[in-house]
């Protein structure tokens, strides 16, 4: 089946500092992908769609200038999240639409971001 | 998309089926109904689909209601893995279609 991975699976980094999550899709092209964030025991909350070679789509209340999304191939989308405070902690997800065909989405194994 | 209503919560003991319930009453005739479920700090793993026929795979079976208003999740042999979040999406797709999720229903399979 249509694998997704993210990398890293963890990171701690320091208030202030930027990260960047990559999330590939090994053995599919994906035009399209998804950036996903989940507090605990909260569901998951779309942030942006990522088109490959154009700007990312936010959805509303996330911060088009903290989120940096990138899409620079059909197989890699990269999220950077500039300046972390505390409260962007989170667990972080990607999903790729499978360009051919079927249009389904598949979901990377998630980031866990903490910020101290 | 339709609003679907899940149950927040459910138990099942190990072994025997669980049978996962789904409202959509204001499903559209062009919407599927998806499954997807959560594992405990993982990212959403497909389940299964359907239009309007009762679907199998490997994994489960997805009974939708004749007037299309409801569904189940079929889990035949719930093992303690698939302890998980369960989310139910009734959706139309296409390529320009953004998969939203609710709360879905926390599944606890007891030994």
């Known amino acids: 089946g249509a694998v997704v991975s993210q990398h890293p699976s963890w990171v701690i980094c320091k208030s202030g500092t930027s990260v960047k999550i990559e999330c590939r899709s090994l053995?599919?092209?994906?035009?399209?992908m998804f950036w996903y964030r989940q507090f605990p025991k909260q569901s998951l909350m779309l942030m942006a769609t990522s088109n490959e070679g154009s700007k990312a789509t936010y959805e509303q209340g996330v911060e088009k200038d903290k989120f940096l999304i990138n899409h620079a191939s059909l197989t890699l989308s990269t999220l950077t999240v500039t300046s972390a405070h505390p409260e962007d902690s989170s667990f972080y997800i990607c999903s790729a639409r499978d360009a051919a065909g079927s249009y389904e989405q598949y979901f990377g194994p998630g980031t866990r971001l903490t910020v101290t | 998309d339709a609003k679907t209503t899940q149950p927040p919560s459910m138990d099942c003991a190990e072994g025997r089926a669980a049978n996962l319930p789904c409202n959509h009453s204001t499903i559209s005739g062009n919407e599927y109904v998806y499954w997807y479920r959560q594992i405990h700090s993982q990212g959403p793993q497909y389940i299964i689909h359907g239009l309007k026929n009762n679907e199998t795979n490997e994994m489960a079976s997805l009974i939708i209601t004749e007037d299309r208003k409801s569904s189940t999740l079929i889990l035949p042999h719930a093992t303690l893995r698939d302890t998980a979040v369960y989310y139910c999406i009734a959706h139309s797709g296409g390529s320009n279609y953004k998969l939203t999720f609710g709360k879905g229903t926390l599944l606890t399979v007891n030994p």
């Open positions: 053995d599919f092209q994906a035009t399209t």
